[in-house]
């Protein structure tokens, strides 16, 4: 039986005032630059930024990457449709000027990229808008190419795909601390600060994602070699990742240390890429469902499944992407691999935490924040590198995402 959302404590009235803020929010975090101007690249369409509060020390006027992708699944919808289409033709315009999609379009972050998710803001849209074959062929190709060139790349500026077929995260400055800003998880136990010696399992599931994607769009495209060729790829990516990740006795997913030759010991939200991508079969899944308890709290899922050893040592650096912080993409991520799976009553469930968290602080706040505190909901989360943010697109489209899905749809 489904969780009702009455039981949850909310309903349509409950998170009016917080959809409308959100809707009203989403001009202040448009920009358009279609010029360079300073380090700042120009992209042709307009696009959002991250986030945006007047007068703040920390201000944003970039492009990212994957913040957009997360940005646009809150408005991918007839009203949206120009600024959504528009925002996918500026990553297209990046990757076809510097043959890489950038962390964010500035000069100075033109050596490394951010977590790729490219090809599923292409099928999102294609599915969304039906825009042809002729723009999925176009799509894909650029896609195709910063698949290869960018993470199947072997040397420098692009020596990612570095072993048994697998790929990390890197900068072209050969810098873990930079590599680990590319997974967009800065900063994280995950890599013990040393992000270049892991195959993250995240990056590898998105790739297969990736190539998932390139064979449906094959078959849509009728190239029948393709499809086979693609789906050979993702079934290699697949089994090399079992056999180097899969940890049988944590009944988990891990960052495989391809230096050290072992896998990692954090349990984090990546492992549940897996299920997002299809990756996992259904004997795992039901195993990383059954584990959800090391994540799950009153105000959702934290990142990690406890405090690590260098969030407590002295001057070390904080590590936001951690316990006891919960963030928006991730919830996205693992309530969809939940659906994906079947496991509706527990991607309901975790979704209507994480909108009770966001919607108890802009209740009392009157904002929405970047990352929530989801073990003790009502504290400020633990600080990052940079100073907390407000406004915050992702936050801001996951929530109304859920709310569409989980109390729209009741």
């Not at 977590?115 to 599915?127: G, K």
């Not at 070699?225 to 899969?246: E, I, N, P």
């Not at 969809?336 to 991607?347: C, F, P, V």
């Not at 989360?381 to 943010?389: F, I, N, T, V």
């Amino acid at each position: 039986m489904h969780l009702r959302p009455e039981r949850a404590g909310l309903d349509l009235n409950d998170v009016q005032k917080a959809r409308d803020y959100i809707r009203n929010y989403w001009p202040k975090l448009t920009r358009f630059h279609p010029d360079d101007d300073d380090s700042l690249l120009g992209s042709p369409n307009p696009y959002l930024v991250p986030a945006y509060e007047k007068d703040h020390e920390f201000d944003y006027n970039e492009l990212y990457y994957w913040d957009s992708y997360f940005m646009v699944q809150g408005m991918l919808d007839d009203e949206h449709k120009e600024l959504v289409m528009g925002i996918l033709e500026d990553l297209f315009s990046l990757f076809e000027r510097f043959q890489i999609i950038p962390n964010a379009s500035r000069t100075y972050l033109t050596g490394r990229s951010q977590p790729p998710f490219l090809t599923s803001f292409i099928m999102d849209v294609y599915r969304a808008y039906n825009p042809g074959g002729k723009w999925l062929a176009r799509a894909i190709a650029i896609a195709d190419a910063e698949y290869q060139i960018v993470w199947s790349g072997t040397t420098k500026p692009n020596a990612r795909k570095i072993y048994e077929g697998l790929s990390r995260y890197y900068d072209v400055n050969y810098l873990n601390d930079l590599a680990e800003a590319e997974s967009g998880w800065d900063i994280t136990p995950r890599f013990n600060h040393h992000c270049m010696d892991y195959l993250p399992v995240d990056l590898n599931s998105l790739l297969y994602k990736y190539e998932m994607d390139f064979a449906e769009a094959a078959k849509i495209l009728g190239k029948t070699a393709a499809v086979h060729r693609w789906q050979a790829a993702a079934s290699q990516r697949k089994a090399t990742m079992d056999r180097l990740m899969w940890g049988e006795l944590r009944n988990f997913y891990y960052d495989y240390n391809f230096v050290k030759e072992h896998r990692g010991t954090v349990d984090s939200l990546a492992g549940y890429y897996t299920m997002w991508a299809g990756l996992a079969s259904e004997k795992q899944a039901k195993k990383l469902v059954k584990v959800l308890s090391r994540f799950e709290h009153k105000g959702g899922l934290a990142t990690t499944n406890g405090t690590q050893f260098g969030q407590l040592v002295p001057g070390s650096m904080p590590a936001q992407w951690a316990y006891p912080n919960g963030w928006a993409p991730l919830h996205y991520i693992v309530v969809k691999g939940l659906q994906r799976y079947g496991y509706h009553e527990e991607a309901r469930r975790i979704a209507l935490k994480w909108v009770k968290t966001n919607l108890d602080w802009f209740n009392k706040h009157g904002v929405f924040l970047e990352k929530y505190n989801v073990v003790q909901p009502g504290k400020p989360p633990a600080k990052g590198l940079y100073p907390s943010q407000t406004g915050f697109g992702w936050t801001n489209a996951v929530f109304e995402r859920f709310c569409a899905e989980f109390i729209d749809n009741a």
